[in-house]
């Protein structure tokens, strides 16, 4: 099944100015970063690669197995993102590299320093002072499927690394602290969801947001009732879960009911129409536009790729 959110191609390597089959390297550096563009072209297996610098990697051809923090190995595709802290040596399978079909992937180190630079701008700029909460790079969550925003972060920083633009320090740095927010964003986001199913809403108001959505999922989701558990203004609201968790409010829930869809209709006999009223869509037709603006595909053509 084709992923959403896949980089752009970039342009192979031309054959005679390969160095090597497995890992070739391209790399472009910049003041903050350094971008790093990997192919391989034949089969290799548990190839080690170490950078310096925290790395923000992502697929853009083919498919890698990883290995990494002594977790169980899983395929690494395109559509997807994974952060490594400084040090950790990744662990590498090449299963299908061919050099018709080779795999390729980004890899863009970031100064340490830059890193506690954004960091720290969070912790100034969009922490509620009563909720004792500290922004932080998270590596107990390091893989990523991508949304639409991260996706053209890292197309874009992409273009301007490997540009010739003399300004591209500019650039590449109002990008690159966005793509990191971003990456930020997603690891909160996650991580209050993690602990709001193990423990339940009774630590801040991100809990107690999160719960409710999660408890009323099935249902007409009010945002005056969203409003009220986060104790603040409708307009306040919005921003406030914008800023924390990097998507709406509304995006989450859809996203959500995205998931508990994809669940039942990989069970024999759920109609689509039902499927979307037992999820919360009073619309089938706008469940069938949010589910395939989600996965790339409608959920008929989901439940035969899930039911054949």
Not at 111 to 135: C, F, P, R
Not at 213 to 232: C, F, G, Q
Not at 280 to 301: C, L, Q
Request: with cysteine; glycine share 4%.
């Amino acid at each position: 099944m084709k992923r959403r959110n896949e980089l752009e191609k970039i342009a192979l390597t031309q054959p005679k100015l390969l160095q090597t089959l497995v890992e070739n390297r391209r790399v472009f550096n910049l003041d903050n970063c350094e971008l790093n563009v990997y192919e391989s072209y034949q089969q290799a297996y548990h190839i080690p690669l170490t950078f310096n610098d925290l790395v923000i990697t992502s697929m853009v051809r083919g498919k890698k197995v990883m290995h990494l923090f002594d977790k169980p190995s899983f395929d690494y595709l395109p559509g997807e993102t994974v952060i490594v802290p400084a040090n950790e040596t990744m662990i590498i399978d090449f299963p299908e590299a061919e050099l018709q079909t080779p795999t390729q992937c980004i890899a863009l180190a970031v100064d340490a320093g830059y890193i506690h630079q954004t960091v720290d701008y969070l912790n100034n700029y969009y922490n509620a002072a009563d909720e004792g909460h500290q922004w932080k790079l998270q590596f107990n969550q390091y893989h990523f499927e991508n949304d639409t925003e991260v996706s053209a972060l890292i197309n874009k920083l992409i273009r301007i690394c490997s540009s010739g633009n003399g300004d591209k320090n500019i650039f590449a740095d109002l990008n690159l602290k966005e793509l990191l927010i971003r990456l930020l964003q997603s690891q909160q986001l996650q991580q209050v969801a993690q602990e709001t199913a193990v423990s339940g809403s009774n630590r801040s108001r991100h809990h107690f947001v999160l719960q409710y959505i999660h408890e009323h999922l099935t249902e007409k989701i009010a945002v005056d009732a969203l409003s009220r558990k986060a104790y603040l203004s409708r307009n306040m609201f919005f921003k406030w879960f914008r800023d924390q968790f990097g998507i709406t409010p509304l995006e989450y829930i859809n996203r959500e009911r995205v998931t508990m869809a994809k669940k039942m209709l990989a069970i024999p006999g759920n109609s689509v129409n039902k499927v979307s009223a037992e999820c919360g869509f009073t619309d089938a037709n706008y469940f069938i536009r949010i589910f395939k603006k989600t996965e790339g595909i409608t959920p008929k053509a989901y439940q035969m790729i899930c039911t054949r």
